[in-house]
């Protein structure tokens, strides 16, 4: 499953805000040094100070265009800032809402600055869905995507059009794979479609592979509602695709996680296919995640690897005679459920108990 990374955060990078403001100044100053010390709630405390400082020369700006215009860019940078501690806090509602209230001061002078807002409160808004299971979130994400949609334009800024697409996919897939029916599915289908019309292989090759992932989980979560295996196929050939510009040397852990996903879309298929060809490839492109998604390195990743190479062997078992690939299955299941345990994460603990039941009673 794609998801929205957060920020890179180095502390000691950080800028203070300029400003012609003394006080903000010196409460940007007092923000960036707590921020850079770690303590985030004080910095948060003075991003908000320097907010309502803004505020109060807000209400005697000198009316003319340029000074405006310069003022409510310079308000609409306290509000990012304000957002940004708000996100290493890992307060997405509330990053989000800066933002919005960045985007509300600048989007009648610059709209570069607009979009690049109302995008980051949309990817806000999707982290906040994807981490707390916040629907609404979602719903709200995709809206401010739309709105994002009219700050950029194809023929004017194809890469921000296309990055919006794409980020748009991912709000749609989280809501859709949520949802019963099939029709946020086919519009994250759409976006990532559209996204690849800009985002080409050989424009920007990682950012092509990032998408052409994107599309195929937006496949292969549309295949599994529908009959047949032609969506199945198609998001097949869309990770494979991706694999192509994400290879193992150049991006290990994301080679991993299209592998993983490209493994579990080669069950579907298999599961829905005669013979054992597509589960055989299965099983290959799950160990392959393994080489990089090992238990040292990001053991819950491992454990749900483990677990989806469990149910390609325990598929393949079914359809060939002895046990080699059912005792196949039943470890990787055991190692599963080594770090997958049920005070850690109590959902994937059950759904690998069931997985290992199955095998066992096979």
């Not at 299941?333 to 096979?362: F, K």
Request: net charge negative; hydrophobic share 40%.
């Amino acid at each position: 499953k794609p998801y929205i990374k957060l920020n890179a955060f180095n502390l000691a990078d950080h800028k203070a805000l300029t400003s012609t403001d003394p006080e903000i100044v010196r409460l940007s100053g007092l923000a960036q040094t707590a921020l850079d010390e770690g303590a985030l709630d004080a910095s948060v405390k003075f991003w908000e100070e320097a907010k309502a400082r803004y505020a109060t020369i807000s209400e005697s700006l000198d009316t003319t265009e340029a000074d405006l215009r310069s003022r409510r860019l310079e308000g609409g940078e306290v509000l990012q800032k304000t957002a940004d501690a708000y996100e290493l806090k890992g307060d997405y509602v509330s990053a989000a809402d800066n933002y919005r209230q960045a985007f509300e001061q600048v989007q009648k002078w610059d709209q570069q600055t607009a979009w690049a807002y109302k995008s980051a409160q949309a990817r806000e808004l999707t982290i906040q869905g994807e981490l707390k299971g916040d629907n609404p979130a979602l719903q709200a994400a995709i809206d401010a995507y739309g709105e994002a949609m009219r700050f950029v334009t194809r023929e004017t800024d194809p890469d921000a059009w296309a990055r919006t697409q794409s980020d748009l996919c991912i709000a749609l897939l989280d809501l859709g794979q949520r949802e019963s029916g099939t029709e946020r599915l086919r519009a994250a289908v759409t976006a990532c479609h559209s996204a690849l019309e800009e985002r080409s292989r050989e424009r920007v090759p990682l950012d092509w592979a990032s998408t052409e992932s994107s599309l195929g989980i937006a496949l292969e979560s549309l295949g599994q509602r529908e009959s047949g295996t032609q969506t199945l196929q198609a998001a097949v050939t869309a990770y494979r695709a991706a694999l192509e510009e994400r290879t193992q040397e150049r991006v290990p852990l994301d080679w991993a996680e299209t592998q993983n996903n490209l493994g579990n879309a080669l069950v579907l298929l298999g599961q829905r296919e005669s013979g054992t060809e597509s589960l055989q490839a299965a099983v290959t492109a799950q160990r392959a995640a393994l080489e990089e998604r090992t238990r040292d390195r990001v053991p819950l990743d491992w454990a749900v690897t483990q677990n989806n190479l469990g149910n390609a062997f325990l598929y393949l078992g079914k359809r060939e005679s002895g046990i080699t690939s059912l005792q196949a299955a039943v470890t990787a299941y055991r190692a599963a459920l080594e770090e997958a345990t049920r005070d850690r994460v109590p959902v994937y603990w059950a759904t690998m108990q069931s997985n290992l039941g199955e095998a066992l009673e096979v």
